[in-house]
Structures are given as C-alpha cells and as structure tokens.
C-alpha cells in the first residue's frame, strides 16, 4: 500500500508558469484535500472532493484549479505561477465515516521566482 | 480571523516528562478534534481525536483533554520521547460532517534527551 503519492517534490516556477502537481492515492478514499502550508502557518485547504466528479473550493483557492475524473487521482493546476504561491502543498484522502482521519501525501515545495 | 489558535510556536521538554501542549478555539459549532503531528519533509500523520461530547481520550502515552466551556484543548504526552519531537497540529470540525478541519498553526516539540 502506498497510500497517498505526490509528484513532484521539488519545483522551482518562473512567474507566470503553469504547472500541475500529481496525486494519487490507493487506499480508495472518496474524500480528497489540497493544502498549502507557508512558513510558520497552518494547513490552508485549497480545493477538497468528495467523490469523482464533485470538487468544491476550500479557503484558497484563488490561483488554482482541480479535477478529480477518477477516485484514485486529484490533480491540482496552478495557472500564471505568482511568488504568493510559494508554499509546500499537500494532498490528503480520507475514507467515508473517518472523514477527519486524513492520510497525507509527503508533500511538494514549490518556488516561484 | 483564526479559528482554530495554538498560542505557543514551540515547546522545549525534558525526555520523560509531560509534554502539554495547547490549543483555543473560537467557533462554538466544533463539535469534533484532532491532533495531527508532523516530521519535517513529511506529510502530517493522524494522532488522536475527541468528539465533543467526551472530555478526554486517551491512547498510550496520549491524552487529549477537552473543556467545552473555555474552549480549550490541550494533548498530553506522557513520558515524552525524542522521537515525539515533531509539530503538532491542532484541527477542528464543524457539523453537518463534510465540511474541511480547520487547522491552527501547529507547536514545534522538541524532547531534550
């Protein structure tokens, strides 16, 4: 069991670029969460889904964009890189009925520059 | 406005004694809490929960304590272990049992040896 896989887990952006951070999970959790936690700060949910095809905006998701077309995957888009994006983010699925008992990816750094 | 506060960045303890660590919150509807704890370069790992109609569980050398009336939990570790160095995270869960954890912005431990 992998549990939940993140890729890449470095990026270095130049502003204005795009890129898509990869998440996979195996353990068939409907639930799905991207975070970003900046220096000294706590986890900020960006977009979460609920199942395939159902995503919702979570407390920041201005700059970004996610899909979720099949249980295992929850990719997240950042379109037009800003260096306010320069964060460590987080993918976590949680199973139905332990919805709060989150498994985490390892998470990716990402640098704007 | 934050929601969920862990007034104290860091904590220093000795190896075998009581790690307490803190956590406020604001938003009466929580009714469900967790601790989450965190290595560096890794993602943030489960640790143990409490609903909001109990006020303590425990498991092994971990006890998490909930006054309703103050707002306030707070986890016990006890005997701590260097191994338990690590950031804690505080997070809450408001009804109807979808919606995202609130996080606070976590309690770096550190257990002297």
């Known amino acids: 069991n992998a549990g939940v896989t993140q890729t890449p887990k470095f990026r270095i952006l130049k502003i204005g670029q795009s890129m898509t951070l990869q998440c996979t999970q195996d353990m068939n959790h409907n639930y799905m969460y991207w975070y970003r936690q900046d220096p000294g700060m706590g986890l900020k949910l960006i977009y979460y889904s609920v199942g395939a095809g159902i995503t919702d905006k979570g407390e920041v998701p201005n700059g970004y964009n996610v899909s979720r077309s099949t249980t295992e995957d929850f990719p997240l888009r950042l379109e037009l890189a800003a260096p306010s994006q320069t964060s460590v983010y987080f993918c976590?699925?949680?199973?139905?009925?332990?919805?709060?008992?989150?498994?985490f990816g390892p998470g990716t750094r990402l640098t704007v520059t | 406005d934050q929601q969920v506060k862990q007034n104290s960045p860091s904590l220093s303890v000795q190896e075998g004694r009581i790690s307490i660590l803190n956590c406020d919150y604001t938003n009466s509807m929580f009714d469900y809490f967790l601790w989450y704890k965190k290595y560096p370069a890794e993602g943030p790992t489960f640790l143990i929960s409490?609903?909001?109609?109990?006020d303590k569980n425990e498991d092994g050398r971990f006890t998490v304590f909930l006054n309703k009336s103050a707002k306030h939990l707070s986890l016990h570790i006890v005997p701590s272990q260097p191994g338990d160095s690590a950031v804690y995270f505080c997070a809450a869960e408001a009804p109807p049992g979808n919606t995202p954890l609130v996080f606070g912005k976590g309690t770096r431990l550190s257990v002297i040896a």
């Open positions: 409490i609903s909001s109609i109990k």
């Open positions: 976590a699925s949680s199973p139905p009925g332990l919805i709060y008992e989150q498994y």
